[in-house]
């Protein structure tokens, strides 16, 4: 089988703008299959990020002078910028977070605290990044409330009729992956979200690793909360987003006190500023955010459409390569997935594979993904991820098959 | 440039294809657990004291080819030895690995030299000491298995 390149993109040319993709790792060619963890930086963001701190660093929102306020401009242009993204119908539902992480985080202390009591449950999916499920965890200790999870099948797809099972009269919270980190599911958001709706729940949509593969539209979806993270589409580290409905952003109190959030403020009580701003105390990540808004420019540019046709290219290859090797046994097989291929080597322990495969300069993920109870459910310890972006080609999925069949000779 | 010759030097294959001891211990005096929660190794250590001398270790658990075959070859090693001289080697070995033990000293640790390629892999060092820590816990504050 061959695959030709998505005629939309030009991936020889593409790939010249990420200057990390030309390195040699080990004496060979970078192949980066490690896209889920992080996703490589094109020049135009590296050089929004440079050219921010040679040229219009200041703190914002409160400086008079030239830089601070052309900085504060900059950085709200991109808060409009990501309310286009996501079609969010305000720029005011847009509150930078340092990543999802700290976006669900948000959600739980804020919303959670005031909203949920005792007995109430939460509903999450047996296939959360630990990022989705702790901070229910944490709420559900200091709450009283009740984490409950939605199982999955062998193939990593959510058990639906369960869902409908589990949704409860006390359930308070749907809490979602978009994607699936470990295993690539797409799960049907749309229809659970307006399903959890119907019921009067809260819903928070986990997009860490949606955002990057498919167009993401807030309220099409008809989510209460969208959270993403820069840095997994070709952002810097250190930013996030978090889209939240404006009536229910309204009413959320502080989580976290400090410079910017407050209206006034005196020794005894301090009231405090309208979303975004409430959200965001301290300075905040100014150089990240404006990097993230050169990101999803070029993201825009090269077009998300032509980026998932691409990436369904390179995972259909993959799959299929992976699959005809023997002794290979895939993790997560969903009907509908994005750009995560998870397996296991018989006999072979994942962090073997990955160290036979980096001295091929191919760059994996080994280990449980960080998310434990997945692979608890599969079985295994941990897998190996192979994770595609729009810049790989099947010729480097080709060097990570040789890769495969070297570990099978090292350790039969 | 390290390479993967080195790290995976075939006595290591071949421990790792076939390790000993590999069993549990019912008449063991003492265990331990040991977890490595970055990559999800996990094992127990089983060591049936004589006196002062270790007369049967074994292991069981699930990890890579690097923690596997050090656990055999530990095994293998600390058997016969006293706590003192078993927590000695531990010493030299963990020197080894971090690459902090004079080139002429590795030959005073036997198979366990295999081991040296590690020192250039640090992210594999928690792998090739992860036996050696829950033995040395199995001997300091073990749990006794049997009265």
């Keep these: ?412 | 440039m390290p390479s993967l010759s080195e790290l995976y030097q075939n006595v290591i294959l071949e421990h790792n294809r076939s390790p000993r001891n590999f069993r549990p211990m019912p008449n063991a005096d003492r265990h331990a657990d040991g977890h490595n929660p970055l990559c999800g190794d996990q094992l127990t250590v089983w060591v049936r004291m004589d006196g002062g001398v270790l007369e049967d270790v074994s292991f069981q658990g699930s990890g890579c080819a690097i923690s596997r075959a050090s656990a055999s070859l530990m095994t293998s090693m600390v058997k016969g030895k006293t706590r003192e001289e078993a927590t000695r080697l531990f010493e030299r070995f963990h020197r080894l690995v971090t690459g902090t033990l004079p080139p002429d000293q590795a030959e005073t640790l036997g198979k366990l030299a295999v081991f040296s390629g590690v020192s250039q892999f640090p992210i594999r060092v928690k792998c090739a000491s992860l036996s050696w820590h829950t033995l040395r816990a199995a001997l300091d504050e073990g749990i006794k298995t049997t009265t």
């Design chain 1, 1 to 412: 089988m061959t695959v030709t390149a998505a005629p939309e993109l030009d991936v020889e040319q593409l790939r010249k703008d990420f200057p990390i993709l030309s390195q040699r790792i080990r004496g060979k060619p970078l192949v980066y299959l490690d896209n889920a963890a992080t996703s490589q930086k094109p020049r135009s963001v590296i050089d929004a990020v440079g050219r921010f701190y040679a040229t219009e660093n200041a703190n914002i929102h409160r400086g008079v002078h030239f830089l601070s306020e052309r900085a504060t401009l900059a950085y709200e242009a991109v808060r409009a910028g990501v309310a286009r993204f996501l079609n969010a119908s305000s720029s005011d539902e847009i509150v930078f977070t340092s990543g999802t992480t700290e976006a669900v985080n948000l959600v739980a202390q804020s919303w959670g605290r005031s909203a949920v009591r005792a007995g109430d449950e939460l509903l999450v999916t047996a296939m959360e990044h630990h990022s989705n499920l702790v901070p229910w965890q944490l709420l559900a200790a200091q709450t009283g409330a009740v984490v409950r999870a939605v199982p999955i099948s062998d193939a990593g797809e959510l058990d639906l009729d369960a869902f409908d099972r589990l949704l409860t009269d006390r359930t308070r919270l749907l809490a979602i992956a978009h994607v699936s980190n470990a295993l690539g599911t797409v799960n049907p958001v749309r229809a659970l979200v307006a399903h959890a709706r119907q019921h009067g729940l809260v819903t928070l949509v986990d997009g860490a690793q949606s955002v990057p593969h498919l167009a993401v539209d807030v309220q099409e979806l008809n989510c209460d909360f969208f959270a993403f993270s820069g840095h997994k589409v070709y952002g810097p580290t250190g930013v996030g987003v978090l889209y939240g409905r404006a009536a229910l952003l309204e009413r959320m109190p502080p989580w976290q006190g400090g410079g910017d959030m407050i209206e006034a403020v005196t020794l005894e009580a301090s009231t405090f500023a309208p979303p975004p701003a409430r959200f965001e105390a301290g300075t905040p990540k100014i150089a990240q955010v404006i990097g993230l808004g050169a990101a999803l420019d070029y993201v825009a540019a090269v077009g998300l459409a032509p980026i998932g046709a691409r990436e369904d290219e390179l995972l259909a290859y993959a799959t299929d390569r992976v699959s005809g090797l023997d002794g290979i046994r895939l993790v997560g097989t969903a009907r509908h997935k994005a750009a995560v291929l998870s397996f296991v080597v018989e006999g072979v322990h994942p962090h073997d594979v990955a160290a036979v495969l980096d001295d091929e300069g191919v760059a994996v993920r080994a280990g449980h993904h960080c998310a434990q109870p997945v692979m608890s459910r599969f079985g295994v310890p941990a897998t190996v991820r192979a994770s595609f972006a729009f810049y790989n080609t099947p010729e480097e999925i080709d060097v990570l098959i040789r890769g495969l069949g070297r570990v099978r000779t090292l350790f039969a």
